[in-house]
């Protein structure tokens, strides 16, 4: 599959710069692999849509304050993404750096009194950086990690975590799960499915884009994620398995995969994939070139995605991290 196949014409104004309010009240696509069909409906219709031994899984990860400007030697400012920790004990950590051609291994940068060290390139832009407390550093100077197409508002750094995360280590917010109030939860299961909780850590495995002519030669990188016992229970008891987003897609998958509950995954899912855990995938509106698209392809073939997209162009749907969700029925697993 060449690359090209995941363009698409956006129009700028259609990407969400804010939450619904309330969160439930955005629109949801609801698309029938099987039937080849396409409806339009509002997100607090989800739970018309599960049945009774559903299992809706959601990634309990929790967004870091994970950007960070600090100073080099002689003034000059870096900022600094940090993506994940490479140590047991929190101390070193892979970053994202600009401009990166500015750093050398051995390098002590300064963040509001609080000293950095570049250790070495993992290349592609990254460094890995340490430090005596990088997670209490985030958590008083950090900045949430929007990504480039929303404007950097405190309101918009409010909004930018799921109201069911709790295990902090993301470098970007799972976004499907942002649809989800605490009452919509309840709503699920009152409709009779079950509720699994997984954690999948986002970060450039996610969201970098896809720079290669051919999708194939794309790499991912790593990501941790864990699937608890009792998430395993859950899902595996399921009649059908409803991945809210790619991040638990990505998950679910992997752990069908390797057969590891916990790990790191470099799992690539486009078209060609055979999947074997999930059957619905709840989703937004992904950025044009991104893995993420290829990911929903492969879920539901690239025509009736294709389609699906004009459509929401041509019907104002809103994109991205804070626009409207899509929810695929029928595809992954249960495709022939």
């Known amino acids: 599959m060449l690359t090209s196949e995941l363009d698409y014409r956006l129009p700028r ?9 309330p ?4 629109r949801l696509m609801v698309v029938n692999v099987s039937r080849n069909a396409i409806e339009h409906h509002v997100f607090r219709d989800l739970p018309h ?26 003034g000059g400012e870096t900022e600094l993404l940090f993506l994940r920790s490479l140590t047991e004990g929190n101390g070193l950590w892979e970053v994202m750096v600009r401009p990166s051609r500015r750093l050398k291994p051995g390098m002590a940068l300064s963040a509001g009194g609080e000293e950095l060290r570049v ?6 832009g990254r460094w890995a950086v340490a430090g ?8 008083r100077l950090g900045r949430m990690p929007l990504p480039p197409y929303l404007e950097a508002t405190s309101g918009a750094e409010r909004e930018y975590q799921t109201v069911y995360a709790r295990n902090e280590g993301s470098a970007a917010a799972p976004t499907a799960g942002f649809h989800f109030t605490k009452e919509m939860l309840e709503e699920v299961e009152r409709a009779g499915a079950g509720l699994a909780r ?5 970060g450039p495995g996610t969201f970098s884009p896809v720079r290669v002519e051919e999708l194939s030669e794309h790499e ?11 998430a395993a229970r859950v899902v595996g008891e399921a009649r059908r398995v409803v991945a809210v987003g790619t991040t638990v897609a990505r998950t679910l998958e992997s752990w069908a995969a390797s057969g590891e509950r916990e790990g790191e995954t470099e799992i690539f899912i486009y078209p060609g994939y055979r999947w074997r855990a999930v059957d619905v995938l709840l989703t937004n509106f992904h950025l044009p070139r991104s893995t993420l698209l290829a990911m929903v392809m492969s879920f539901a073939g690239k025509e009736l995605v294709r389609e699906a997209y004009e459509t929401a162009v041509r ?18 697993r249960g495709r022939p």
């Open 220 to 230: 991912m990188h790593a990501e941790y994620y864990n699937v608890p016992e009792e």
């Open 315 to 332: 019907e104002r749907y809103r994109f991205f991290s804070f626009g409207d969700a899509m929810l695929l029925i029928g595809g992954g």
């Open 23 to 26: 969160r439930d009240s955005s």
């Open 198 to 202: 997984v954690t999948l850590h986002v």
């Open 13 to 21: 104004e259609l990407i969400a710069q804010s939450l619904a309010t």
């Open 49 to 74: 849509f599960l049945h009774r031994g559903d299992a809706a899984v959601l990634n309990e990860t929790k967004v870091l304050p994970a950007r960070l400007s600090a100073r080099r030697p002689g």
């Open 132 to 139: 005596t407390d990088v997670p209490g550093t985030l958590r």
């Open 119 to 124: 250790v070495e390139s993992l290349g592609e």
